[in-house]
């Protein structure tokens, strides 16, 4: 008798969100200065220069994954940037690290040429993290306690179309808030500013933190992507 072996192919889609960029900082050295080694990955700096104090570095002092991220500190004014969107539901997720012994986080939302920053995410001290719609001068939910010398995920859901942002922190809401991007004026950069800007008194002072697994994605567009195997019988021919 003739042993048969049969293996069917099945082919199931799954789909995924639509990722626009990225950036995991593992693909740098320790020191490195991104507005050099991370151009072809949209890095530079307020002014347009290169390779000036005003660029985000790559740090090995603390990881969320992998060896590296990202770094902001003092003088430092980094740009990530992409071509503007201007509809859509967007999200943007990072973790974020700020040291214990830091003033805060400054971190902006703009269009690529940072002509404007409707949004912020905004930490101050090393403890208190809040969102702010600078249109309507107005905090996105409540200021959260974060815990210092740790890593936190935030996701910012920016809807475009109906001109909200919702802040997850951790997973958990903290609130929704308006955006003045849109048609007019497209989402298209993160500001990773060295500097604690306290909105409420006007405060400035130097900080340090770190950020990483940095992701934009699409949330209404959708890849669907099919896992086929082909059919294979043994031994061939075979009734």
Avoid: R
């Avoid at 950036?23 to 990955?41: H, K, P, Q, R, W």
């Avoid at 086929?228 to 009734?239: A, R, V």
């Amino acid at each position: 008798m003739k042993k048969l072996i049969l293996s069917a192919a099945l082919a199931l889609p799954f789909l995924f969100n639509a990722q626009l960029m990225s950036e995991n900082f593992d693909t740098y050295a320790d020191g490195d200065i991104l507005s050099i080694v991370g151009v072809s990955n949209g890095w530079g700096e307020w002014n347009g220069g290169s390779g000036t104090a005003e660029s985000n570095t790559a740090s090995s002092m603390f990881a969320f994954s992998g060896l590296n991220s990202g770094k902001a500190i003092g003088g430092n004014n980094g740009l990530w940037t992409w071509a503007d969107i201007t509809e859509g539901t967007l999200k943007f997720s990072m973790k974020l690290y700020v040291p214990d012994e830091s003033n805060g986080a400054f971190i902006g939302l703009g269009d690529a040429a940072m002509t404007s920053q409707p949004n912020s995410i905004n930490v101050l001290g090393d403890s208190l993290l809040f969102a702010l719609d600078w249109g309507a001068q107005a905090l996105i939910g409540s200021p959260v306690s974060i815990a210092s010398d740790s890593w936190i995920a935030i996701d910012f859901i920016l809807d475009i179309d109906n001109q909200t942002v919702e802040l997850f922190v951790d997973g958990t809401s903290i609130g929704t808030g308006g955006t003045a991007f849109g048609v007019g004026l497209g989402f298209g950069g993160i500001n990773f500013w060295g500097e604690a800007l306290n909105p409420f008194t006007g405060t400035q002072l130097p900080a340090e933190y770190y950020f990483d697994d940095l992701a934009i994605v699409d949330l209404l567009a959708s890849i669907e992507e099919e896992n086929t195997s082909s059919m294979n019988i043994s031994p061939n021919p075979s009734n």
